[in-house]
C-alpha cells in the first residue's frame, strides 16, 4: 500500500471558501464578565473537540446541576441497548419525594413512566425526578453514584468525581462537593449530542409539572428562546458552584458547545454563552471537501486489463469542520495499492481517503471503484505479451568479415 499526504493548500476551492472574514461584534467577553472573579469557560467544536475559546477550563469546581447530564447519557444509552424503555414505570420512594430544591412535586407511592421523568430532569432540572430514576433504574442512589463515576472515567473525565445523584450540596461535613471542569463538562456534552432521544428532551421548551397537571413550565435554559440555533443542554446552580450553563447550538452544520460556570449573575451566564457560541460560529465553516462519486485527482495503474489506469472515487461525502486559522494544518492522506490488478467489480473498495489536522482523524471514508474494470482478453493479453518480450530482448549485431 502507498500513501499520498497532501496539505490543504491543494485543495483548491474547498480550502478558499474556508478563507472568509470573520464577524465583527459590539460585545465582548468582558462586558458580559465585569465584575465576575471567579469564572471558567470553554467552548467546543461537537465533533472533533476543537478549542475555540477558553478561561480556566480546568478548574475544578462543583458543577449543579450540570451533572444530570451524565443520567440522561445514560439512560439514553440503556434505551439503545434495550436495557430498560422509556414506558417503563417507576414508583417514587420516600427519598425522591423528599428532594429538595427544584422539583415537580413528586408524591411518595406515585407511578411516572421513565419518559415523564426524564423530561422533568432535563427541562424543570428534577432533583426529585433525577433519585426516582437513579434509584429506580439502577436499585439505590448508591449503585448510580457508582455507575455514575464508572462512565465518566470511560469517557477521559479526569477531573471529574460525583457524589450526589442530581447536584445539591452535601448534606454533611463528611461528603465532598461533586466536582469537575469545564473541559469535563464539555466532554459529556459532546457525547449527550450525538443522542437524539437526549436532544429532544433538553430541547423542550415546556413541560407539564406532572402528567396529571395541566400547569405548564419553561425550561430553565433561556437560550432556547433567547438564541435561535440553540437547542439544549443543560442548567446548573448551588451557591459553591455559581450560575452555570452547559449549551448547544447548531448552524450550516456545524455544532458547538459552551460552557460557562461560576456566574454570580443569572442572566449573564446564557449571554456570555450566546456570545461564545455566536463568535464560534463566525470562525468556523463546514466544507465539503470530497463528493461522493467525484473522481480523486491522481489515477492509479491496472494491470491485466485494457484500462490502463482508473481514478478512485470516495464512497461517501466528506466533509470537514474547521477553523479559519487553521485550514492550512488540515492534511489529506490517500491510501491504495502502487497498481491493480483486473477484474475489479464496481464498488470494490482498494483504499482510503482521510483527513485530519494535527495527527487528529477529522473525518475519513474508503475509496472504490467506480466501475467494473474487466479482464482482458486473449487476444489482447498475447498481443501485450509480445510488445514485452520484444522490449526485454536484448539487442543483436552482425559481425562483418
Request: hydrophobic share 45%.
Amino acid at each position: 500500500m502507498r500513501e499520498n499526504a497532501v496539505f490543504c493548500r491543494g485543495l483548491g476551492l474547498a480550502v478558499a471558501a474556508l478563507l472568509c472574514a470573520l464577524g465583527s461584534h459590539a460585545q465582548t467577553v468582558a462586558q458580559y464578565t465585569a465584575g465576575e472573579n471567579n469564572l471558567s469557560y470553554l467552548v467546543i467544536e461537537a465533533e472533533t473537540g476543537f478549542v475555540l475559546a477558553e478561561h480556566n477550563a480546568d478548574e475544578v469546581r462543583p458543577p449543579a446541576s450540570m451533572l444530570k447530564m451524565m443520567m440522561m447519557l445514560l439512560v439514553a444509552e440503556g434505551i439503545e441497548d434495550g436495557s430498560w424503555s422509556l414506558n417503563d414505570e417507576i414508583v417514587t420512594s420516600r427519598k425522591a419525594a423528599e428532594m429538595w430544591g427544584s422539583q415537580v412535586y413528586l408524591r411518595e407511592g406515585e407511578v411516572w413512566t421513565l419518559g415523564d421523568l426524564m423530561v422533568a430532569v432535563s427541562v424543570r432540572s428534577a432533583n426529585d425526578g433525577a433519585m426516582a430514576v437513579a434509584e429506580g433504574l439502577w436499585g439505590s442512589e448508591e449503585a448510580y453514584l457508582e455507575r455514575m463515576n464508572e462512565r465518566a472515567l470511560e469517557l477521559g473525565m479526569v477531573d471529574t468525581k460525583f457524589h450526589s445523584v442530581n447536584g445539591l450540596p452535601p448534606s454533611d461535613n463528611n461528603t465532598p462537593f461533586d466536582q469537575t471542569t469545564a473541559r469535563d463538562m464539555a466532554i459529556l456534552a459532546q457525547w449527550c449530542v450525538t443522542h437524539p432521544q437526549i436532544m429532544e428532551w433538553v430541547g423542550m421548551r415546556q413541560m407539564n409539572v406532572a402528567p396529571r397537571s395541566q400547569d405548564r413550565r419553561n425550561n430553565t435554559n433561556r437560550l432556547l428562546t433567547q438564541m435561535p440555533d440553540a437547542d439544549g443542554l443543560k442548567t446548573g446552580y448551588i451557591r459553591a458552584a455559581g450560575y452555570c450553563v452547559t449549551a448547544t447550538a447548531e448552524r450550516n452544520g456545524v455544532r458547538l458547545i459552551a460552557v460557562v460556570m461560576g456566574f454570580q449573575n443569572s442572566n449573564n451566564r446564557f449571554h456570555l454563552a450566546e456570545h461564545l457560541l455566536t463568535e464560534g460560529f463566525d470562525s468556523m465553516r463546514r466544507v465539503l471537501l470530497f463528493a461522493q462519486g467525484e473522481p480523486m485527482e491522481d489515477s492509479i495503474e491496472v494491470r491485466n486489463s485494457e484500462a490502463q489506469r482508473v481514478h478512485l472515487q470516495p464512497l461517501d461525502d466528506v466533509w470537514v469542520s474547521v477553523h479559519v486559522d487553521s485550514v492550512y494544518d488540515l492534511e489529506v492522506i490517500t491510501t491504495s495499492p502502487a497498481h491493480l490488478r483486473a477484474p475489479l467489480g464496481a464498488g470494490a473498495e482498494v483504499g482510503r481517503v482521510r483527513v485530519q489536522m494535527n495527527g487528529s482523524v477529522l473525518a475519513e471514508t474508503p475509496l472504490i471503484v467506480a466501475e467494473a474494470v474487466e479482464e482482458a482478453g486473449w487476444r489482447w493479453k498475447l498481443k501485450h505479451s509480445l510488445l514485452r518480450n520484444l522490449q526485454t530482448q536484448p539487442a543483436t549485431t552482425t559481425a562483418q568479415r
